[in-house]
């Protein structure tokens, strides 16, 4: 056992910002695939990825053999799930940048490496749920690999029913300065059909490797809700009923050139399709609101990656997509058509990049990794509202990584960040179970452009703990939060630009290996963040939150494995989360309680594993209050007002998954 821990140790000892963690590293844990295996990584937690149109700014921070997945419709947490951990030669986390490493703009990376495919494999999965109000739901999940050194293989998919898992059985409050209290009961529903199926298929073609994926979902999902009148035992009604769909197919062509460099291509087209009837009905009155969406992607990419010498590294790339998306969308009250604005639009955008990167080991203990991305987007919008604009932005990086000893690393970034203009902000939404009714829409946004400073420290210890605190400051210009609009007579809240302002955060990460202190193969591992922002609300002129920041969050993970019962069990304990939304005759404020879980994996046989999982062990609550004015804030802040309070509480859930796996 000795020499086994010291092994470990001298196999995962830091070169430079890259430690490599070999399968001996998880041994004790047994774990399944490279998803499990990155979970017990000291100081890294999984990025999936932003949900941005185009490719270069969407990437997560996991590279699998130096590649990003040519895939954005399939999670990242999804696809190394489906790679098995007999397949993985070892898993490098490169901290701060190294030559030849494409970092995605992340401070930490991981690289999963893996072995050739050379034998059939695959896993199935059966998951059962029991749910507080007795209702049952379940997934049959399936995967399967296999091939040669020339060409290779996977498929998967699921099918089965889930839940939202945010709502339950509640009360509700609704009260104003000019009438009656009222107080009801509320009884939520909501759950549908889940389906998918995933391919990819890969081989040797022309020099190099070309790999295409595909993918294809659907779900059907209904929400109902009755809120029962105490008094009265009047009855308000929501109905929710969505259909969702996407399509993706991709393809990554690789193959080296002279002098050490490389050549990748990828090509990417999906889609996605929307149809939701929401419809409210409350003695006397009926409102349905109906949206049909349609969105496309289409992205064309090639980078030239090439070592310029032993410690300085460079790429260029180019980047062209095409998006488009037809939204229609119908408000009827009693009968009767209200017209919303940017009600049915249609918007086009041609996007192209540029960028240029370059990792640079000025020294064994200092590493620079910069990059400068050009951009530039025209968008034109056809329907209710007609516009078209050309927008163009510079991007600079620099991150810098100094690591004064094996164990310790300082890093510092300055960058550039625009955001990119939300499709969904163009055109009207609706909430009608909550005071914030139907939202306009405003396709007239521009994108928040901010600079942003990071520093971060990370120490290491016990040889499987690490420490990492990370401060970060932006200065944002053009935010985007929310504002009124006047349309056909009436007044909306819609997005909108609304000035400058700041963000602030400051993050602690702690993995804290548990032998020392009494608990053999135990681990503790999470996060807190505390973040802070002021921006100038638009309508009173007074400092306040930027809209949707969550001040504080936190999670705490413990596990322990025991090997000679050949089973892992642990309890995860997450913060929930409280948030507001400035409109301008309203605040809308949501809360969502700590809740906490625990659970147990068995593995009876290599080929068979059992989790049992006991979620929401305290019930927590979920809280939704809304103040809404009689007119606009600023004058009426003293005036006439509303209050809705709708506070839910869901049960706990029991969830079995019962997986056989065969093959190598």
């Known amino acids: 056992m000795i020499a086994l821990i010291l092994a470990q140790a001298a196999a995962v000892a830091p070169t430079g910002g890259l430690i490599s963690y070999p399968p001996a590293f998880f041994a004790a844990q047994r ?19 932003a949900s941005v149109r185009g490719f270069e700014g969407a990437g997560g921070n996991v590279l699998i053999d130096g590649e990003r997945p040519a895939s954005k419709s399939d999670n990242l947490n999804a696809i190394l799930s489906r790679i098995p951990a007999a397949r993985v030669v070892r898993i490098d986390v490169i901290r701060g940048g190294a030559p030849g490493i494409d970092m995605q703009g992340k401070p930490v990376v991981a690289n999963v490496v893996l072995k050739p495919e050379r034998t059939l494999r695959g896993q199935i999965e059966a998951q059962g749920i029991a749910l507080p109000d007795g209702r049952a739901e379940g997934f049959l999940e399936w995967q399967a690999s296999g091939g040669d050194q020339r060409q290779s293989w996977e498929t998967s998919g699921f099918y089965g029913r889930g839940y939202s898992g945010l709502l339950g059985q509640g ?38 490797r070309l790999r295409i994926n595909g993918l294809a979902y659907h779900d059907g999902l209904k929400f109902e809700e009755d809120d029962a009148d105490v008094a009265s035992s009047d009855v308000e009604s929501t109905d929710q009923l969505t259909r969702d769909g996407s399509r993706e197919l991709g393809a990554n062509f690789t193959r080296p050139l002279l002098g050490d460099g490389k050549l990748e291509l990828v090509g990417l087209r999906r889609s996605s399709d929307l149809d939701q009837t929401s419809s409210f009905a409350a003695p006397g009155t009926r409102q349905v609101f109906t949206i049909d969406r349609h969105t496309q992607e289409s992205i064309a990419r090639g980078v030239v990656k090439r070592p310029l010498t032993a410690s300085l590294s460079a790429e260029v790339g180019v980047e062209a997509a095409r998006n488009s998306l037809r939204s229609r969308t119908r408000f009827e009250v009693d009968g009767g058509d209200v017209p919303v604005p940017a009600a049915n639009v249609q918007v086009r955008e041609r996007r192209a990049e540029a960028f240029a990167k370059a990792s640079w080991r000025l020294a064994p203990k200092l590493t620079l990794d910069g990059q400068i991305r050009y951009e530039r987007s025209t968008i034109g919008a056809d329907g209710d509202v007609v516009i078209g604009k050309t927008l ?60 942003v400073g990071e520093a971060a420290f990370e120490r290491r210890f016990w040889d499987r703990g690490a420490v990492v605190i990370t401060a970060n400051h932006t200065e944002a210009s053009g935010v985007v939060d929310r504002g009124p609009v006047f349309g056909n007579g009436a007044l909306f809240d819609r997005p909108a630009n609304i000035g400058d302002g700041t963000r602030d955060s400051l993050k602690l990460e702690l993995t804290l290996p548990l032998d020392r202190l009494g608990v053999p193969a135990g681990q503790l591992k999470g996060y807190a963040t505390r973040r802070w922002s002021r921006v100038d609300d638009p309508t009173t002129g007074v400092a306040r939150r930027i809209s949707g920041e969550k001040p504080i969050t936190w999670e705490a993970k413990f596990s322990q494995d025991i090997p ?11 913060s929930g989360f409280q948030q507001a939304y400035y409109r301008f005759n309203a605040v809308d404020a949501y809360k969502l309680d700590p809740f906490l ?41 003293d005036g006439a007002a509303s209050l809705s309070d709708r506070n839910f509480h869901f049960g706990r859930v029991l969830y079995v998954r019962l997986r056989k796996t065969f093959g190598g």
């Open 31 to 49: 774990p399944a695939n490279a998803a499990e295996m990155l979970q017990r990584i000291p100081g890294f937690i999984l990025d999936d990825g």
């Open 171 to 208: 009360v509700g409050l609704s009260a104003s300065t000019s009438g009656p209290t009222t107080h009801t009961t509320i009884d939520t529903e909501d759950d549908g059909r889940l389906e998918q199926i995933t391919g990819a298929y890969e081989r040797s073609v022309a020099g190099g």
């Open 392 to 451: 163009a932005f510079v991007k600079p990086r620099l991150l810098v990584t100094w690591s004064p000893d094996a164990d310790t690393q300082v890093r510092l970034r300055v960058e550039r960040e625009v955001g990119q203009l939300d499709f969904d902000a163009f055109v009207a939404q609706s909430s009608l179970n909550t005071a914030t009714g139907v939202t306009a829409g405003n396709p007239d946004l521009e994108p928040e452009r901010a600079w």
């Open 564 to 574: 000679r019962w050949n089973l892992t069990w642990g309890a995860e304990l997450y």
């Open 597 to 637: 879980m625990t659970y147990a994996e068995w593995r009876p046989r290599r080929d068979v594993n059992v989790r049992i999982v006991l979620e929401n062990l305290t019930k927590r609550g979920y809280r939704r209050t809304t103040v809404t004015y009689d007119g606009v804030r600023d004058a009426a802040r």
